[in-house]
T-cell receptor, first 111, second 115 residues
């Protein structure tokens, strides 16, 4: 079973910030939080990952709560091309790649 | 730079047949993983190979097998196809298995339909 819980769907207006929540209440101390997204009929695309600290890259920001039981992916200025299924995954550092994926959040950006 | 390439992109088979799917990783990447994605669900891990050795196997029957070649490309084989094998098969590559290999880069997938 997936170790994360995400809302099945969300809407966001184009140009606004999209905030995607993820619950991972059973995360252990050496497990990272990863975010991928999958645009229709394409392979998943890596977005960002983090352990304890907040992270930012050219695509998004990742905010992890102090107790690490939840996180939020932020797309600062959503565009129509950000419409996709977003997956939050936890995995052990240095583990094999048996990522356990949930159903993700279908994010729809509306004009 | 070429990304992860998979072939064929689409194929149709009938029950009982065999299929071979192919994957070429990003240049310099030594690890290849295979995932199955059924419509409406997240990907499910099938195999991981690193330096031609199997490093991980998911909960799939023995009808599924894979191998990695000296050039790090990989094949996924599925025998005795069932209707339930219809799915998008994803290949992902990464540099290695250590701390410097956190990120998987996925190909566009091979869409298998079993009739």
């Amino acid at each position: 079973d997936a170790k994360t819980t995400q809302p099945p769907s969300m809407d966001c207006a184009e140009g606004r910030a999209a905030n995607l929540p993820c619950n991972h209440s059973t995360i252990s101390g050496n497990e990272y939080v990863y975010w991928y997204r999958q645009i229709h009929s394409q392979g998943p695309q890596y977005i960002i990952h983090g352990l304890k600290n907040n992270e930012t890259n050219e695509m998004a920001s990742l905010i992890i709560t102090e107790d690490r039981k939840s996180s939020t992916l932020i797309l600062p200025h959503a565009t129509l091309r950000d419409t996709a299924v977003y997956y939050c995954i936890v995995r052990l550092q240095d583990s094999n790649y048996q990522l356990i994926w949930g159903a993700g959040t279908k994010l729809i950006i509306k004009p | 730079d070429a990304g992860v390439t998979q072939s064929p992109t689409h194929l149709i088979k009938t029950r009982g047949q065999h299929v071979t799917l192919r994957c070429s990783p990003i240049s310099g990447h030594k690890s290849v993983s295979w995932y199955q994605q059924v419509l409406g669900q997240g990907p499910q891990f099938i195999f991981q190979y690193y330096e031609k050795e199997e490093r991980g196997r998911g909960n799939f029957p023995d009808r599924f097998s894979a191998r990695q070649f000296p050039n790090y490309s990989s094949e996924l084989n599925v025998n005795a196809l069932l209707l339930g094998d219809s799915a998008l098969y994803l290949c992902a590559s990464s540099f290695g298995t250590g701390s410097g290999a956190n990120v998987l880069t996925f190909g566009a997938g091979s869409r298998l339909t079993v009739l």
